[in-house]
């Protein structure tokens, strides 16, 4: 599952895997290792050349999305704001519609 958005990188498999790991961290109510997780994300991203980012863009719309679900979890809802403001930034403008549909929630 988490191959299809990564069109097999090593770096972007690492971030949907700490990705999938914060989101069952969140659902056992772990928020703490939720944002160790979701962290280690960010960190990943950030140290993406920009070419790769860019043919990462559905993966990091994926992480903003579950750092706006940490953020609805510990009852910061204008951080949860912000963060699908900023995956709606970086959302492709092709084939992601399932995730539109997800922000939007």
């Known amino acids: 599952m988490?191959?299809?958005?990564?069109l097999h990188?090593?770096?972007?498999?690492?971030?949907e895997i700490f990705n999938e790991m914060g989101g069952v961290w969140i659902k056992l109510n772990e928020l703490d290792s939720?944002?160790?997780?979701?962290?280690?994300c960010l960190n990943l991203i950030n140290s993406l050349p920009e070419a790769?980012?860019?043919?990462?863009?559905l993966v990091i719309v994926k992480v903003y999305r579950r750092k706006a679900e940490l953020a609805v979890a510990l009852k910061r809802y204008t951080e949860a704001?912000?963060?699908v403001d900023q995956a709606m930034s970086v959302l492709p403008k092709?084939?992601?519609?399932?995730e539109l549909v997800r922000?939007?929630?």
Not at 2 to 6: H, I, K, L, Q, V
Not at 34 to 40: P, S, Y
Not at 94 to 98: K, Q
Request: net charge positive; aromatic share 6%.
């Open 103 to 105: 922000l939007q929630k």
């Open 34 to 40: 939720a944002k160790d997780c979701l962290e280690r």
């Open 2 to 6: 988490a191959m299809s958005g990564t």
């Open 81 to 83: 704001i912000e963060w």
């Open 52 to 57: 790769k980012a860019e043919t990462l863009k």
């Open 9 to 15: 990188t090593q770096t972007g498999l690492l971030i």
């Open 94 to 98: 092709v084939n992601a519609y399932h």
